[in-house]
């Protein structure tokens, strides 16, 4: 069984930081690439950041340069440090894991954890 447990979030002043993190299991870690996503009520489920499973990052403008995406292949953890944070990124955060085979993609997502940033 396939799990992605997020943790981390909460509430944080604007200008302020928070590490999140999501512990997978069920699946062999190292193939997957992993993401995290956000969502506020009535929009779509959007990116924030990827990395590949050989280490390569991918970032949403609204983020590049305040959160960094890491991951720890020997904890099959993945992390979100955001800095500088700002009230427009209070959402439900998401960690993602996917995979293309040839059957298609291999798509998981974790519960979520809320992340509100206001003063």
């Known amino acids: 069984q396939v799990q992605l447990v997020e943790s981390g979030g909460g509430l944080v002043q604007p200008g302020g930081s928070l590490r999140l993190s999501c512990a997978a299991s069920?699946?062999?870690?190292?193939?997957?690439?992993m993401g995290w996503y956000r969502q506020v009520p009535g929009k779509e489920r959007d990116l924030v950041a990827t990395?590949?499973?050989?280490?390569?990052?991918n970032y949403a403008d609204s983020v590049k340069g305040r959160f960094t995406i890491s991951r720890d292949n020997a904890r099959n953890t993945v992390y979100l440090q955001m800095n500088s944070l700002k009230p427009e990124d209070t959402a439900v955060y998401y960690c993602?894991?996917?995979?293309?085979?040839?059957?298609?993609?291999?798509?998981?997502w974790g519960q979520g954890t809320r992340v509100t940033v206001s003063s």
């Open positions: 993602n894991a996917e995979r293309l085979t040839g059957a298609g993609t291999l798509k998981y």
């Open positions: 069920g699946i062999f870690f190292n193939i997957f690439a």
């Open positions: 990395i590949s499973n050989g280490g390569n990052t």
